[in-house]
């Protein structure tokens, strides 16, 4: 049996402290933009998309010494795409991870430079890697520059349908550029340094796209069914501002039904795979449980 | 005599193509975040930076194609830095090239996420350039990085000395990180295109950190002697927000001797090289004149 928690705690050591070492307490300042980028990078996130590049990366054999920059990268671009999207003029959360956002602590301008100042070394992270080839590192950045660019169209459908009735297709489509692109990046990424062959990166980005999926109906999920004390940020959030979740155009049976669903693929997926996969797979069933 | 006007005329039209190409008026959605991209990206620049990937570039022999990309890149990246730096909570500027700033022709959160998806599609211009060999995109994507980190760096020490007394040391960090970093990539850029040699990249790196720093002193002075109209955009602003400048701590007349001295450095280093160098030449010159 795959232990889930300790890989999550190992994932979050090895990427913490390279994320210490690439900006590092008495790097280059000015100093409140570099302790903004620090604030929101040490936060308590669970380093779920470091976690998936490394559980794809080593599932095709990738070591660690190869994944650990790209894992990093991943978690600079979505600590900066949440800096963002916390900004008063997006979605104007105070909380955090059960902290004060980046620009409540920092001020607005500070953020967003923060934030900015993170796109940039996500990149420089992956293009300096010197464990990997240059083509692999072009690779990942071309990909993970997609998902930049995915992620933040994604942000604006998502802020230009507040307070509009939405179809199951909409929400889909700003939840797979949104929040799906970086998750499916990520996952693909670790298949991708491993060297796997064309058909398993196939089936990788298959598993991949449901988890991001996945990661999505069950955040919906426990916005409406959790309190903010245990979500670490508002809860009721969507609703309250008129967001299209999952919940709210399929109400929660419903969506109790699609978490099932989507799951059932992704396992689907790991199961035509002839390699111990059950890192990936406990991944998966670490979503639906959290849905509960 | 070499025609700077008509090289710029070119550069323009070959850039503003390529720009358009890569981010297409029937491109990817939302509108709007299209849209408030173009606006900016086709709002009249004068494509100084993508000038000088070409100058640098041609001068060391390198083809058109092999500098388009990059040329798009640091225009890209430069917009972004122009539409995060107007924003209210920055410099708060409505007015850029005579026209309306991308925060109040779109709205402030489109803005921010124009600025954000125009660093991700700089980075992805470079990385894709099928001209390009894999070990030059990844040196010159890891130079855009350290410069696009750098120009936040200066950018974040700019507000944070607004109404500060500053000296001379001060502001010239400011501008070497804000400004002068991102022009010495691009002419950095287009010698490592064309494969120039060591001792020639430490010459043309010497003339663009010169260069940097002459464009900075005569937008500074500029800015002190020029109306509105003739700037494009609200004239006296430095002095307004009380931010140091070089004709703030050194006076008009001593800012006009500065300029004099940075130019002849500019010039004797690219009379050090056997090359025809009559487009780099103009281009310092170019500054010099403007500053009058």
């Known amino acids: 049996m795959f232990d889930l928690s300790e890989f999550f705690r190992e994932i979050s050591e090895l990427v913490t402290a390279e994320l210490d070492r690439l900006i590092p307490v008495n790097g280059p300042g000015p100093d409140n933009l570099r302790d903004a980028m620090r604030w929101s990078l040490f936060g308590g996130g669970k380093h779920f998309r470091p976690a998936l590049v490394f559980a794809a990366g080593r599932t095709f054999g990738a070591a660690d010494e190869q994944l650990l920059r790209t894992a990093a990268a991943v978690e600079m671009l979505h600590t900066y795409s949440l800096i963002h999207d916390d900004l008063p003029s997006m979605d104007d959360d105070d909380l955090r991870r059960g902290r004060a956002t980046c620009h409540i602590k920092f001020g607005e301008s500070t953020a967003i430079l923060a934030g900015d100042a993170l796109q940039a070394l996500a990149f420089q992270s992956i293009v300096d890697d010197k464990n990997l080839e240059s083509e692999v590192r072009i690779e990942l950045a071309a990909g993970m520059a997609k998902a930049a660019a995915k992620m933040v169209r994604g942000q604006q459908l998502d802020l230009e349908s507040e307070g509009k009735e939405l179809d199951l297709l909409s929400v889909e489509n700003i ?32 598993y991949a796209t449901g988890l991001g999926l996945l990661f999505q109906i069950t955040d919906d999920l426990l916005d409406v069914t959790q309190p903010t004390e245990a979500l670490g940020k508002t809860a009721g959030k969507d609703k309250q501002v008129g967001k299209g979740t999952y919940p709210s155009v399929l109400g929660i049976d419903q969506t109790r039904e699609k978490i099932k669903e989507v799951h059932d693929q992704t396992i689907g997926v790991l199961e035509g795979l002839p390699l111990d996969t059950s890192s990936l797979r406990a991944i998966s069933d670490f979503l639906v449980t959290r849905g509960h």
Do not use: M, P
């Open 175 to 206: 939840h797979a550029n949104k929040t799906g692109a970086l998750i499916a990046f990520s996952a693909n990424a670790g298949a991708l340094i491993a060297g796997a062959r064309d058909s398993e990166r196939v089936a990788i980005d298959e």
